[in-house]
Every structure is written in C-alpha cells, then in structure tokens.
C-alpha cells in the first residue's frame, strides 16, 4: 500500500510542477510553444518523478528497518538542502551523484534515457527488493 501511494504521490508532484511551469511559460510570461519548450515540459515531469520516487523508497526503506519519521526524515531532508552547498567546491561530479535523478545531464532524450532512466529503473528495482526484504523481516508487535 506504501509504495502505491509513493507512486501516486510523485505522480501528483510531478504533474503539478508541471502545471506551474506551464502555467509560468505560457500564461505568465505568453512565450510560444515550440518542440523545445514541450520537450523540456516532459523532462520536467520525468525528473521530478523520478526525484520524488528516488527519495521516497530511500525513506520507505527507513521506515521498513523500524525507524519513525520524526527521527530521520529532517536529516534526509537536511542532508539534501545541504549537499548541493557542500558538494559544489569539491572537484569532480559529485553534486551529479548525490542528485544523480534529477541532474539536467542533457536536453538529449537519447541520453537522458540511457544515462538516467534506465538506472532510474535499476533503483526502483533495487529499493522494491529492499523495501519487501525490510519489512519482512521487521518486528512490529513493539509499536
């Protein structure tokens, strides 16, 4: 049931960013609609689901080992308003890692898909499989 609504949760967020960019572009500011412009629409969708659904099943996974939200979830969400400030003097690409789904690599799909859905997809899997095995092997009966 967790992960149902952990899908339905980044599909609204991502639909509703998508909304307000729309709404922004095209209304606010009347700039035109081009092939760009869509394109850029849909990977904005695309990378904020994903977001979403990468910080989600991390923090499902946390729940599953036993732990409450209060007591992990200001540190993920610290960890990340942070990271980007820490991890940006550092040489390298590791801002890239840290926010690997959501980094614009590229307005390529092409690349896009390969570089960052299809590991999208690994790590749902990875954290699916994660999540299962976790609660599995929770005791519950002390909460």
Not at 1 to 29: H, Y
Not at 82 to 98: D, E, F, H, I, Q
Not at 103 to 108: A, L, R, W
Not at 133 to 139: G, L, P, S
Request: proline fraction near 5%; charged fraction near 5%; charge should be neutral.
């Amino acid at each position: 049931m967790n992960m149902t609504w952990l899908v339905v949760v980044g599909v609204v967020g991502a639909l509703s960013a998508l909304l307000i960019f729309v709404l922004m572009e095209f209304v606010v500011f009347a700039h035109r609609i081009t092939p760009g412009v869509a394109s850029l629409s849909l990977m904005l969708l695309v990378q904020t689901f994903m977001m979403v659904q990468a910080i989600g099943l991390m923090c499902l996974l946390f729940v599953n080992f036993g732990l409450p939200w209060g007591q992990f979830l200001p540190v993920v969400i610290g960890f990340f308003i942070l990271a980007s400030w820490l991890l940006n003097p550092l040489a390298g690409n590791a801002t890239k890692y840290v926010y690997y789904f959501w980094y614009p690599i590229s307005p390529v799909w092409r690349v896009v898909a390969v570089d960052q859905i299809i590991p999208f997809v690994g790590y749902c899997l990875l954290m699916v499989v994660s999540n299962v095995a976790a609660f599995e092997r929770t005791d519950r009966l002390g909460q």
